[in-house]
Structures are given as C-alpha cells and as structure tokens.
C-alpha cells in the first residue's frame, strides 16, 4: 500500500466513524456548527472516496488511446474531490449560520455535543498526523521540503488528505468554540459564528486544492531539482557535446516525460569504438580502393550502432538519477 493510499485509507476510515457521531450530536443539540461539521463529514467522505477511485483508475496502464498512461486521472478526481468540499459543505455551512445568527434557536444538550466536538477533533487530529507522516516520506523522496510539496507535489491524493485533515481539526475547534461560548454566554449567536467559520474555511482550502489541480492537469515542469539531475546526466557525459530543446512535462504523481535533443561529440564516439579494434592491422589489409570503401562504410554503420548505444545508456542512466522518468524522447541532433 502506497503513502498516499494509507493515508486515504485513515482518513476515509476516521470520517465515517465522526460523521456518524456529529450527526447524533446534531440531533441531541440542533447546533448550527454541528450541523457544519456534519456536512464537513459527509463532504470529506465523499471526497475521500473520489480520491481512493482517482488512485484506482491511475494505476492503469498505458493502452493505444492513451500511449503515456492514466497517470494524471488522479488530478481530475482529486479536482472533482476540491469541488465537491467547496459547493456542498462550505456554501451550506456558512448560509445555516447566517440563520443561526439573524434567527437564533435554541440549544439542547450543548455538553453532549461538546463532548463529542473534543472526541472528534483528537480523532481528526490523529488522522491529520498519519496524512502529514505520508507527505513528509513523499516530499523526502523528492528532495523537497513539505511545504514545497504541498504546494507543487505531484500527488495530490496524500495533499489533499492533509489540508481537508487540517481543516477538519480547525473546524472541530471552530465548533467546539462557538458550541462552547454559546453555552457560556447563553447567545446562540456564537454557535451560528462558529458555522460561518468552518464554511469560510472549507470554502479556502477548495479554493486552493482547485487552482493545484488545475495546475497539475496542464502538466507542469516538475520541481526544479529533478530537472537538474535529468539534465546533469547529459551534461557529466563525455560524448554529449550539447544539449537542448529541453521540455519535461508531469504525466503523473510517479511519472514524468523528458524529451531533449541531443548533439554527440562524433570524435568521442569514434575514439570509443576505436578502443577494441587493430587499426593497423585493418589498414595493412587495404588492397585499393574498394576495399577502402568497405572499410568506411562499415565504420559508418557501427558509428549508427554506436550512437544508438549511448542514447540506451543515457536513458538507463536517466531513469537511474529519477526513476519517475518513465518516458525518455532523445532526439539526435
């Protein structure tokens, strides 16, 4: 099981169990903040399990529609994950604590819910500890601090775990506090404040795990320190006299498309394939110039053998440096 599939795994676990027990606060206390983080619940179940189908369906392989693979169908999933967060809990949550505020109702067994308002937030917060513990092996593995991963990480299953976890744990606070001031200050007010809250969060965290999407979706140049190990291959090789043309796009959270156009030094090449050959004694066996021509055109043809060979090597290098680096295009130049 991958990170990010453990970690999508813990979360969609955690939110059943609290969603079922914010749904009976909210019947034991009518809060209007419950009633958020019930609808919190709900839209992170569902966006849970769009993200476990988006993991599915990228594991796919690459068929003759799709030469390059599904690698990028968990950008769409965890697209319609950020939309899902943004349209059905946080507009919901913000218009029933406006009501909340302009027409207040009052509470019952507000320490009920407390209670479980504090259960859920040490839950939240133990799921958000296993979401963050997958991003920080994931952002190591790519040589990125974590917040760099968040914000540019090509997988946005284990990311987007952590910002709904994150938001989850501030909104249980947000409820937690306004359900906890309303019973202080007798002002169902506050409960309606605390659902504002949490929609307005929600509504930030969708925003920003959308405009991420849709970033990823257009196949972005991965982070800059990986681009400088593909390159360095080419540049610390002898029979690489140039480089360019450069273009290396995302195709998924594990997978990455080089291609470059290269020019080899036909010197070095030659000297290389000179090393295990008796130049004298092919020259001593030259009787005119038929013989002359057989010889060059058979060099031409292992010069051809040659230069294929180092493009295989480069490329075995490659995908040593970055092993993401499954599809490799080198243009001779």
Same mark, same amino acid.
């Given at each position: $099981?991958?990170?990010?599939?453990?970690?999508?795994?813990?979360?969609?676990?955690?939110?059943?169990?609290?969603?079922?027990?914010?749904? $009976?606060?909210?019947?034991?206390?009518?809060?209007?903040?419950?009633?958020?983080? =019930?609808?919190?619940?709900?839209?992170?179940?569902?966006?849970?399990?769009?993200?476990?189908?988006?993991?599915?369906?990228?594991?796919?392989?690459?068929?003759?529609?799709?030469?390059?693979?599904?690698g990028r169908s968990r950008y769409i999933w965890a697209l319609l994950s950020a939309?899902?967060?943004?349209?059905?809990?946080?507009?919901?949550?913000?218009?029933?604590?406006?009501?909340?505020?302009?027409?207040?109702?009052?509470?019952?067994?507000?320490?009920?819910?407390?209670?479980?308002?504090?259960?859920?937030?040490?839950?939240?917060?133990?799921?958000?500890?296993?979401?963050?513990?997958? =991003?920080?092996?994931?952002? %190591?593995?790519?040589?990125?601090?974590?917040?760099?991963?968040?914000?540019?990480?090509?997988?946005? $299953?284990?990311?987007?775990?952590?910002?709904?976890?994150?938001?989850?744990?501030?909104?249980?606070? $947000?409820?937690?506090?306004?359900?906890?001031?309303?019973?202080?200050?007798?002002?169902?007010?506050?409960?309606?404040?605390?659902?504002?809250?949490?929609?307005?969060?929600?509504?930030?965290?969708?925003?920003?795990?959308?405009?991420?999407?849709?970033?990823?979706?257009?196949?972005?140049?991965?982070?800059?320190?990986?681009?400088?190990?593909m390159v360095a291959v080419f540049e610390d090789s002898p029979v690489v006299a140039?480089?360019?043309?450069?273009?290396?796009?995302?195709?998924?959270?594990?997978?990455?498309?080089?291609?470059?156009?290269?020019?080899?030094?036909?010197?070095?090449?030659?000297?290389?394939?000179?090393?295990?050959?008796?130049?004298?004694?092919?020259?001593?066996?030259?009787?005119?110039?038929?013989?002359?021509?057989?010889?060059?055109? %058979?060099?031409?043809?292992?010069?051809?053998?040659?230069?294929?060979?180092?493009?295989?090597?480069?490329?075995?290098?490659?995908?040593?440096?970055?092993?993401?680096?499954?599809?490799?295009?080198?243009?001779?130049?």
């Open positions: $099981m991958t990170t990010s599939t453990r970690a999508v795994a813990v979360a969609l676990i955690v939110d059943v169990v609290i969603g079922a027990a914010k749904l $009976m606060a909210f019947l034991l206390t009518g809060s209007a903040s419950i009633l958020a983080e =019930v609808l919190h619940s709900a839209a992170d179940i569902t966006n849970q399990s769009l993200l476990a189908v988006g993991i599915v369906r990228s594991r796919r392989g690459p068929d003759s529609a799709y030469p390059y693979g599904f939309t899902g967060v943004l349209f059905i809990g946080s507009g919901v949550s913000v218009v029933r604590g406006a009501e909340q505020i302009f027409a207040p109702e009052p509470l019952e067994h507000v320490a009920w819910g407390l209670i479980i308002l504090f259960a859920s937030l040490v839950a939240e917060g133990v799921s958000l500890a296993v979401g963050l513990s997958a =991003v920080r092996r994931s952002a %190591e593995e790519a040589q990125q601090t974590l917040w760099q991963y968040l914000r540019t990480g090509p997988d946005p $299953m284990a990311v987007a775990v952590v910002l709904e976890d994150a938001s989850a744990v501030l909104g249980a606070g $947000m409820a937690l506090g306004g359900l906890g001031l309303a019973k202080l200050t007798g002002n169902a007010t506050w409960d309606g404040a605390g659902s504002i809250g949490i929609g307005l969060l929600l509504g930030a965290s969708a925003v920003f795990l959308i405009n991420r999407n849709r970033r990823l979706l257009l196949g972005p140049t991965p982070p800059s320190e990986s681009v400088a190990r140039r480089i360019q043309d450069v273009k290396v796009s995302q195709l998924g959270a594990d997978a990455v498309r080089f291609k470059a156009e290269v020019t080899f030094d036909g010197s070095e090449v030659a000297r290389r394939l000179l090393v295990d050959k008796d130049v004298d004694l092919a020259w001593s066996a030259l009787r005119g110039p038929e013989d002359l021509e057989r010889l060059l055109v %058979e060099f031409g043809g292992q010069i051809t053998d040659a230069i294929g060979d180092e493009v295989d090597r480069l490329e075995e290098q490659l995908t040593e440096a970055v092993p993401e680096a499954r599809h490799v295009d080198l243009e001779p130049d």
